[in-house]
T-cell receptor
Framework: DQQVKQNSPSLSVQEGRISILNCDYT??????FLWYKKYPAEGPTFLISISSIKDKNEDGRFTVFLNKSAKHLSLHIVPSQPGDSAVYFCAARATTSGTYKYIFGTGTRLKVLA | DADVTQTPRNRITKTGKRIMLECSQTKGHDRMYWYRQDPGLGLRLIYYSFDVKDINKGEISDGYSVSRQAQAKFSLSLESAIPNQTALYFCATSDIRPGLAGGWQETQYFGPGTRLLVL
Protein backbone atom coordinates (compact mmCIF):
# COMPACT_ATOMS: atom_id res chain seq x y z
CA ASP A 1 0.00 0.00 0.00
CA GLN A 2 1.80 3.05 -1.29
CA GLN A 3 0.76 5.97 0.90
CA VAL A 4 2.74 8.50 -1.10
CA LYS A 5 2.50 8.24 -4.86
CA GLN A 6 4.37 9.92 -7.65
CA ASN A 7 2.49 8.69 -10.68
CA SER A 8 4.81 10.17 -13.29
CA PRO A 9 8.11 8.28 -13.38
CA SER A 10 9.62 10.82 -15.74
CA LEU A 11 9.13 14.33 -17.08
CA SER A 12 10.88 16.32 -19.79
CA VAL A 13 10.76 20.12 -19.88
CA GLN A 14 12.40 22.74 -22.05
CA GLU A 15 14.91 25.02 -20.37
CA GLY A 16 13.28 28.22 -19.13
CA ARG A 17 9.83 26.66 -18.87
CA ILE A 18 8.00 25.58 -15.75
CA SER A 19 8.46 22.08 -14.34
CA ILE A 20 5.57 20.71 -12.30
CA LEU A 21 6.11 17.57 -10.29
CA ASN A 22 3.14 15.97 -8.58
CA CYS A 23 2.62 13.83 -5.54
CA ASP A 24 -0.53 12.31 -4.07
CA TYR A 25 -0.96 10.88 -0.60
CA THR A 26 -3.60 8.87 1.19
CA UNK A 27 -2.87 9.34 4.91
CA UNK A 28 -4.61 12.34 6.42
CA UNK A 29 -2.32 12.09 9.46
CA UNK A 30 0.68 13.39 7.52
CA UNK A 31 1.68 16.70 9.06
CA UNK A 32 4.76 17.67 7.11
CA PHE A 33 5.83 17.28 3.50
CA LEU A 34 9.21 17.55 1.83
CA TRP A 35 10.78 17.45 -1.60
CA TYR A 36 14.22 16.01 -2.22
CA LYS A 37 16.41 16.04 -5.29
CA LYS A 38 18.77 13.21 -6.07
CA TYR A 39 21.66 13.09 -8.53
CA PRO A 40 23.20 9.76 -9.57
CA ALA A 41 25.67 8.33 -7.04
CA GLU A 42 24.65 10.89 -4.43
CA GLY A 43 22.23 10.89 -1.52
CA PRO A 44 18.98 12.83 -1.70
CA THR A 45 19.31 16.55 -1.02
CA PHE A 46 16.61 18.49 0.76
CA LEU A 47 14.92 21.01 -1.48
CA ILE A 48 11.87 22.50 0.18
CA SER A 49 9.22 21.58 2.72
CA ILE A 50 5.76 22.58 3.80
CA SER A 51 3.77 22.12 6.95
CA SER A 52 0.22 20.82 6.73
CA ILE A 53 -1.01 24.11 8.17
CA LYS A 54 0.14 25.97 5.06
CA ASP A 55 -0.85 25.70 1.41
CA LYS A 56 2.20 27.26 -0.22
CA ASN A 57 5.87 27.70 0.46
CA GLU A 58 8.32 29.42 -1.84
CA ASP A 59 12.09 29.41 -1.96
CA GLY A 60 13.67 31.07 -4.97
CA ARG A 61 12.77 29.14 -8.11
CA PHE A 62 11.03 26.43 -6.11
CA THR A 63 7.46 26.57 -4.85
CA VAL A 64 5.57 23.78 -3.14
CA PHE A 65 1.77 23.76 -3.11
CA LEU A 66 -0.32 21.67 -0.77
CA ASN A 67 -3.99 20.89 -1.40
CA LYS A 68 -5.14 19.05 1.71
CA SER A 69 -8.67 18.41 0.49
CA ALA A 70 -7.31 16.66 -2.59
CA LYS A 71 -4.37 15.16 -0.68
CA HIS A 72 -2.12 16.51 -3.39
CA LEU A 73 1.31 18.09 -3.30
CA SER A 74 3.14 19.71 -6.18
CA LEU A 75 6.57 21.22 -6.77
CA HIS A 76 6.95 24.01 -9.29
CA ILE A 77 10.35 24.95 -10.67
CA VAL A 78 10.45 28.23 -12.57
CA PRO A 79 12.45 28.75 -14.70
CA SER A 80 13.76 25.23 -15.21
CA GLN A 81 17.51 24.86 -15.76
CA PRO A 82 19.55 21.95 -17.12
CA GLY A 83 21.13 21.54 -13.66
CA ASP A 84 17.69 20.72 -12.31
CA SER A 85 17.81 17.40 -14.15
CA ALA A 86 17.60 14.82 -11.38
CA VAL A 87 15.21 12.46 -9.64
CA TYR A 88 12.77 14.22 -7.33
CA PHE A 89 11.23 12.49 -4.34
CA CYS A 90 8.34 13.75 -2.29
CA ALA A 91 8.09 12.60 1.31
CA ALA A 92 5.48 12.88 4.03
CA ARG A 93 5.82 12.63 7.76
CA ALA A 94 3.35 11.09 10.19
CA THR A 95 3.73 11.47 13.94
CA THR A 96 1.03 9.62 15.86
CA SER A 97 0.94 8.02 19.32
CA GLY A 98 4.70 7.94 19.68
CA THR A 99 5.29 6.45 16.26
CA TYR A 100 7.20 8.44 13.77
CA LYS A 101 7.86 7.81 10.13
CA TYR A 102 8.73 9.37 6.85
CA ILE A 103 7.14 7.87 3.77
CA PHE A 104 8.77 8.53 0.42
CA GLY A 105 7.31 8.43 -3.04
CA THR A 106 8.97 6.42 -5.81
CA GLY A 107 10.46 9.46 -7.48
CA THR A 108 10.07 11.38 -10.75
CA ARG A 109 13.00 11.75 -13.10
CA LEU A 110 13.11 15.30 -14.45
CA LYS A 111 15.05 16.07 -17.58
CA VAL A 112 15.48 19.72 -18.53
CA LEU A 113 16.36 20.08 -22.18
CA ALA A 114 18.74 22.83 -23.23
CA ASP B 1 34.29 17.61 3.49
CA ALA B 2 30.99 15.76 3.47
CA ASP B 3 28.79 16.28 6.52
CA VAL B 4 27.34 12.76 6.39
CA THR B 5 29.66 9.95 5.31
CA GLN B 6 28.96 6.29 4.75
CA THR B 7 31.39 3.39 4.58
CA PRO B 8 31.75 1.32 2.56
CA ARG B 9 30.30 2.89 -0.58
CA ASN B 10 29.96 -0.48 -2.27
CA ARG B 11 29.89 -3.97 -0.81
CA ILE B 12 29.41 -7.45 -2.18
CA THR B 13 28.76 -10.21 0.31
CA LYS B 14 27.41 -13.74 0.42
CA THR B 15 24.21 -15.08 1.89
CA GLY B 16 24.54 -15.74 5.60
CA LYS B 17 27.42 -13.34 6.19
CA ARG B 18 27.26 -10.65 8.84
CA ILE B 19 28.05 -7.16 7.61
CA MET B 20 28.03 -3.69 9.06
CA LEU B 21 27.41 -0.41 7.30
CA GLU B 22 28.73 2.65 9.05
CA CYS B 23 27.56 6.22 9.11
CA SER B 24 29.29 9.26 10.56
CA GLN B 25 28.17 12.86 10.70
CA THR B 26 29.83 16.13 11.57
CA LYS B 27 26.65 18.18 11.70
CA GLY B 28 26.13 17.75 15.43
CA HIS B 29 22.60 16.45 14.95
CA ASP B 30 20.94 14.21 17.50
CA ARG B 31 18.64 12.46 15.03
CA MET B 32 19.95 9.81 12.67
CA TYR B 33 18.22 7.41 10.27
CA TRP B 34 18.84 4.40 8.07
CA TYR B 35 16.86 3.92 4.85
CA ARG B 36 16.99 1.50 1.97
CA GLN B 37 16.04 2.21 -1.61
CA ASP B 38 14.95 -0.47 -4.05
CA PRO B 39 14.20 -0.05 -7.76
CA GLY B 40 10.66 1.20 -8.27
CA LEU B 41 10.21 1.97 -4.58
CA GLY B 42 10.80 5.07 -2.53
CA LEU B 43 13.15 5.19 0.41
CA ARG B 44 11.93 3.03 3.27
CA LEU B 45 12.88 3.65 6.88
CA ILE B 46 14.72 0.81 8.62
CA TYR B 47 15.67 2.34 12.00
CA TYR B 48 15.96 5.76 13.52
CA SER B 49 17.56 7.24 16.61
CA PHE B 50 16.70 10.52 18.30
CA ASP B 51 19.72 10.44 20.57
CA VAL B 52 22.39 8.03 21.77
CA LYS B 53 20.01 6.24 24.14
CA ASP B 54 17.02 6.19 21.84
CA ILE B 55 16.63 3.57 19.09
CA ASN B 56 13.39 2.93 17.21
CA LYS B 57 12.27 0.54 14.53
CA GLY B 58 11.10 1.86 11.22
CA GLU B 59 8.74 0.18 8.79
CA ILE B 60 11.15 -2.55 7.61
CA SER B 61 13.44 -3.39 10.54
CA ASP B 62 13.28 -7.20 10.30
CA GLY B 63 16.69 -8.68 9.53
CA TYR B 64 18.51 -5.54 10.62
CA SER B 65 19.97 -4.15 13.82
CA VAL B 66 21.58 -0.83 14.65
CA SER B 67 24.01 0.65 17.11
CA ARG B 68 24.33 4.30 18.09
CA GLN B 69 27.90 4.38 19.34
CA ALA B 70 28.01 8.14 19.77
CA GLN B 71 26.09 11.19 18.65
CA ALA B 72 28.11 11.19 15.45
CA LYS B 73 27.96 7.47 14.63
CA PHE B 74 25.08 5.20 13.70
CA SER B 75 25.82 1.76 12.24
CA LEU B 76 23.49 -0.70 10.55
CA SER B 77 24.11 -4.44 10.75
CA LEU B 78 22.78 -7.33 8.74
CA GLU B 79 23.26 -10.29 11.06
CA SER B 80 22.78 -12.87 8.31
CA ALA B 81 22.53 -11.27 4.92
CA ILE B 82 20.02 -12.55 2.38
CA PRO B 83 19.67 -11.70 -1.32
CA ASN B 84 16.53 -9.58 -0.89
CA GLN B 85 18.58 -7.20 1.23
CA THR B 86 20.38 -6.20 -1.93
CA ALA B 87 19.64 -2.49 -2.14
CA LEU B 88 20.99 1.02 -1.88
CA TYR B 89 21.27 2.09 1.76
CA PHE B 90 21.19 5.68 2.93
CA CYS B 91 22.03 7.18 6.27
CA ALA B 92 20.57 10.55 7.20
CA THR B 93 20.65 13.08 10.01
CA SER B 94 18.17 15.79 10.81
CA ASP B 95 17.80 18.96 12.78
CA ILE B 96 14.68 20.53 14.18
CA ARG B 97 14.06 24.25 14.19
CA PRO B 98 11.04 26.48 14.69
CA GLY B 99 9.03 26.94 11.52
CA LEU B 100 8.30 30.39 10.18
CA ALA B 101 4.57 29.74 10.46
CA GLY B 102 4.77 28.06 13.86
CA GLY B 103 5.38 24.43 14.64
CA TRP B 104 8.65 22.72 13.94
CA GLN B 105 10.56 22.26 10.71
CA GLU B 106 12.77 19.25 10.27
CA THR B 107 15.32 18.86 7.51
CA GLN B 108 17.06 15.59 6.74
CA TYR B 109 20.57 15.43 5.33
CA PHE B 110 21.53 12.27 3.52
CA GLY B 111 24.81 10.48 3.06
CA PRO B 112 25.97 9.39 -0.41
CA GLY B 113 24.64 5.85 -0.02
CA THR B 114 26.06 2.34 0.21
CA ARG B 115 25.31 -0.06 -2.60
CA LEU B 116 25.01 -3.58 -1.19
CA LEU B 117 24.84 -6.77 -3.23
CA VAL B 118 24.08 -10.03 -1.45
CA LEU B 119 24.85 -13.09 -3.53
Amino acid sequence: DQQVKQNSPSLSVQEGRISILNCDYTNSMFDYFLWYKKYPAEGPTFLISISSIKDKNEDGRFTVFLNKSAKHLSLHIVPSQPGDSAVYFCAARATTSGTYKYIFGTGTRLKVLA
Amino acid sequence: DADVTQTPRNRITKTGKRIMLECSQTKGHDRMYWYRQDPGLGLRLIYYSFDVKDINKGEISDGYSVSRQAQAKFSLSLESAIPNQTALYFCATSDIRPGLAGGWQETQYFGPGTRLLVL
